[in-house]
């Protein structure tokens, strides 16, 4: 049984730092991808940073500057720096990973964490 198990969000000012983990725990699979999407109210949900094994990163126009994203393959790890965060971001942030088994490919999603950000 695979688990996405997210930390790190919260309440922030505008202008102000989070950084979001996620821990992709199991056995029996090999890592593809890893990344990080959002929901805001009444919005679609929508891709915010991928990274993949060999660390090459997408990110969305939205947030390109503002946020990094990075992994520790050795934990099945990866977080997302946000910073200059802005009322915009606001969002349940959930975490991805596209895990590689024997017999194809699995697309896996995390709980998810609200992010707010508000004065």
């Known amino acids: 049984q695979v688990q996405l198990v997210e930390s790190g969000g919260g309440l922030v000012q505008p202008g102000g730092s989070l950084r979001l983990s996620c821990a992709a725990s199991?056995?029996?699979?090999?890592?593809?991808?890893m990344g990080w999407y959002r929901q805001a109210p009444g919005k679609q949900r929508e891709m915010v940073a991928i990274?993949?094994?060999?660390?090459?990163?997408n990110y969305a126009g939205s947030v390109k500057g503002r946020f990094t994203i990075s992994r520790d393959n050795a934990k099945n790890t990866e977080y997302l720096q946000m910073n200059s965060l802005e009322p915009e971001d606001t969002a349940v942030y959930y975490c991805?990973?596209?895990?590689?088994?024997?017999?194809?490919?699995?697309?896996?999603w995390g709980q998810g964490t609200q992010v707010t950000v508000s004065s």
């Open positions: 991805n990973a596209v895990l590689r088994y024997g017999w194809g490919l699995v697309n896996y």
């Open positions: 199991g056995s029996g699979f090999s890592i593809v991808t």
């Open positions: 990274i993949t094994t060999g660390g090459i990163t």
